[in-house]
């Protein structure tokens, strides 16, 4: 059964056990967080804190001027000559990002798992569920700053956006759409599109503009001007706190963080795009599973399952061998994408896996040494950071919020929804 798009966005509608729902006034704050926190569900008292969709309102953004105008600790984003930046084309790709009718039963957009207010990734579930809910092995990674990637997906298989867009589309656990004459024909039997492509490039709806479009769009997530940006790069030495800058400290000595997730004299894109073994996917491909799962059988209520009757009734987790995947070299598996670390604060759950919800839990990681194997990176040792450092370095982490999400979330908020014509 497919999901709703309420449900999948966060913003499940108010619980109509205790009655006729009421209906919450519509509210202007931007939330940085899903809208129901998944807990307490056990106590009778309990009401949620989620807006229905009717009250999913925002304010349309510059977007334009975001990917065009310099921020500060970023770069200007590099532009293909076949795609120059256009006002109509971000428009167009913003408009093709929320709309549902694009997956093949209309139930699914762009944004239903890099959901906007949840840093334009999904920080509900540990990996993505798509079509008629069916499982993905990664988690959905954010699409802010994304233009600055080299490679694209976690196993970089992609060299560019406009090319990008065509996995999930067409992949049969995502949008499942059986060809691209499929979606082309769904935007133009779709009255809202008329005239769009033409006004926007000239010509009517195509695979490559479909593409153009939808890359448009991301390249103007930039967010930039983060608090370490106006301390670092700004030189406003109140910025930060004693706390963060003792976190930066360790980031950049004793915890070797920017060895990957670089940071350079004019701008810090913190990340090298290139890819690392770390450890994680060997552990979860070679190293034996625990024999039970924790299943939450009612809100508020885990139990441990075995394993074996688990896997009875439904399809074992797919092993993830990353970059080796794309380049069938043995010396890639288990290679994984460098993320970049701006909004970090915002995207959780982390590494490709979501197997991590708390910053914390992925500096302990690193900090024992990550997993060793044959393969593991020689960057990756211990690092025997104590516990007030890794606090600190958490700290630091979180002050690599770009100044201008809740914008950006708004600008999303203000789109209306593609769900029928």
Same mark, same amino acid.
């Given at each position: ?80 000559? @076949? *795609?120059?930046?256009? #006002? !109509?084309?971000?428009?167009? &790709? $913003?408009? /093709? ?7 093949? +039963? ?15 990734? @999904? *920080?509900?579930?540990? #990996? !993505?569920?798509?079509?008629? &809910? $069916?499982? /993905? ?7 802010? +700053? ?89 030189k406003e030495e109140s910025a930060l706190n004693t706390q963060e800058i003792e976190g930066f400290n360790l980031f950049v000595g004793k915890a070797k963080c920017a060895a990957c997730h670089q940071i350079g004299r004019d701008y810090a894109l913190f990340t090298d795009n290139k890819l690392h073994n770390t450890g994680i996917g060997y552990e979860n ?39 080796y995947e794309i380049s069938l070299d043995p010396k890639d598996r288990w290679k994984f994408r460098t993320s970049s670390l701006r909004n970090i604060a915002l995207t959780a ?73």
């Amino acid at each position: 059964m497919a999901l709703s798009a309420s449900l999948i966005l966060g913003l499940e509608l108010a619980p109509t056990w205790a009655g006729e729902q009421t209906k919450k006034e519509p509210n202007t704050e931007i939330r940085l967080a899903p809208g129901d926190d998944k807990t307490s569900y056990e106590n009778t008292d309990y009401e949620t804190n989620s807006l229905s969709l009717e009250y999913r309102t925002g304010k349309a953004a510059g977007l334009y001027e975001i990917a065009t105008s310099p921020q500060l600790g970023l770069p200007l984003v590099s532009i293909s000559t @076949n *795609n120059r930046v256009d #006002r !109509a084309k971000i428009q167009l &790709g $913003r408009k /093709l990002f929320f709309d549902r009718r694009l997956s093949r +039963n209309k139930t699914m957009s762009c944004a239903m798992c890099h959901i906007p207010e949840q840093g334009f990734s @999904n *920080n509900e579930l540990q #990996r !993505a569920i798509g079509f008629e &809910g $069916r499982n /993905l092995k990664r988690n959905a990674p954010t699409i802010l +700053n994304v233009a600055y990637y080299q490679g694209l997906f976690a196993d970089a298989r992609e060299s560019n956006l406009e090319q990008q867009v065509w996995s999930p589309l067409l992949a049969p656990n995502e949008m499942n759409n059986p060809s691209i004459g499929y979606v082309i024909d769904t935007i133009v039997s779709s009255s809202d599109y008329s005239g769009l492509f033409e006004n926007a490039f000239g010509t009517p709806v195509s695979m490559q503009n479909i593409g153009d479009a939808l890359a448009q769009y991301q390249r103007s997530l930039i967010s930039g001007n983060s608090r370490f940006d106006q301390w670092f790069y700004g030189k406003e030495e109140s910025a930060l706190n004693t706390q963060e800058i003792e976190g930066f400290n360790l980031f950049v000595g004793k915890a070797k963080c920017a060895a990957c997730h670089q940071i350079g004299r004019d701008y810090a894109l913190f990340t090298d795009n290139k890819l690392h073994n770390t450890g994680i996917g060997y552990e979860n491909s070679m190293l034996k599973p625990s024999q039970y799962v924790s299943v939450q059988i009612a809100p508020g209520v885990v139990t441990q399952v075995a394993r074996s009757r688990v896997d009875s009734v439904g399809i074992p987790p797919e092993n993830d061998l990353g970059r080796y995947e794309i380049s069938l070299d043995p010396k890639d598996r288990w290679k994984f994408r460098t993320s970049s670390l701006r909004n970090i604060a915002l995207t959780a759950p982390y590494m490709h896996n979501g197997q991590f919800s708390e910053l914390e839990e992925v500096i302990e990681f690193y900090n024992r040494g990550g997993v060793a194997h044959e393969l593991l990176s020689p960057l990756i040792t211990p690092l025997i950071l104590s516990k007030d450092e890794v606090k600190a370095l958490s700290a630091f982490l979180r002050s690599l919020t770009g100044n201008n999400v809740e914008m950006l979330v708004s600008d999303a908020f203000a789109v209306t929804i593609g769900d029928s014509d």
